[in-house]
């Protein structure tokens, strides 16, 4: 079964230091997303991306956050200078189309520890 | 503000038994709703979704009831199996959000052998 890829699955920061997560979403979807996991709490929207620009975007995804799809596969999450409260589980998840109806599917997360 | 919730934080039930969780949303103009099921340290799973122009939908072993009058959702898991222990959040879709799911804040799961 296809599935969302994500690397690495843990990573261990200085604060101030950046950070590149790395995605490859499955092959025939168009849409894709990144969400993130505080410890213990709920999954939350950070961004989506379609053809190549940015859909919709958080609260949470400020200027230190951007988002690139470099070739053809891979789609990556940076964040320019974390903090400590950047340490989260951060998934990528993508679907075949952005509308309702269309399975969302996530990878199985990059754990970030900031320090 | 919009939101989707929870009632029950925790849920703990037999092996064997039926489980239902449920889940209350406020934003009616949520057109899709899905159930992910999430272990320990991994993503979110899908589990099964629904579309608001239903009431009910199967799976295997799971089916979801939606109920737009008062806004609550539910999943029923049909003889529950300790794999079955996990965090389940229902998530749901607005009309013209482009994947955008909105949370809730998850019920855990417990089966006892």
């Known amino acids: 079964e296809p599935e969302v890829t994500q690397t690495p699955s843990h990573q261990v920061t200085q604060m101030g230091q950046e950070v590149i997560l790395r995605c490859v979403p499955i092959?025939?979807?168009?849409?894709f997303y990144w969400y993130r996991q505080i410890l213990g709490q709920k999954v939350e929207f950070l961004v989506s991306f379609y053809n190549n620009e940015i859909s919709e975007k958080s609260e949470i995804f400020d200027d230190q956050f951007s988002v690139e799809r470099p070739d053809g596969s891979n789609f990556t999450l940076k964040i320019r200078s974390t903090k400590l409260e950047d340490s989260a589980m951060y998934f990528c998840?993508?679907?075949?189309?952005?509308?309702?109806?269309?399975?969302?599917?996530f990878g199985e997360g990059s754990w970030l520890t900031v320090v | 503000g919009e939101s989707v919730g929870l009632h029950l934080p925790t849920l703990s039930v037999q092996e064997g038994d039926n489980s239902i969780i449920n889940c209350a949303y406020s934003?009616?103009?949520?057109?899709?709703f899905i159930w992910y099921k999430q272990e320990s340290g991994k993503g979110p799973q899908f589990i099964i979704d629904?579309?608001?122009?239903?009431d009910k939908r199967q799976g295997q072993r799971v089916t979801v009831l939606l109920n737009k009058t008062v806004k609550h959702l539910s999943l029923q898991i049909a003889a529950t199996q300790p794999g079955d222990s996990a965090v389940y959040f229902c998530a749901e879709l607005g009309g013209t959000s482009y994947g955008k799911l909105t949370f809730g804040q998850g019920t855990i799961l417990t089966v006892h052998p």
């Open positions: 998840a993508s679907n075949v189309q952005g509308t309702s109806g269309n399975t969302i599917y």
């Open positions: 092959s025939n979807h168009l849409y």
């Open positions: 629904i579309r608001s122009n239903m």
């Open positions: 934003n009616s103009a949520s057109d899709y």
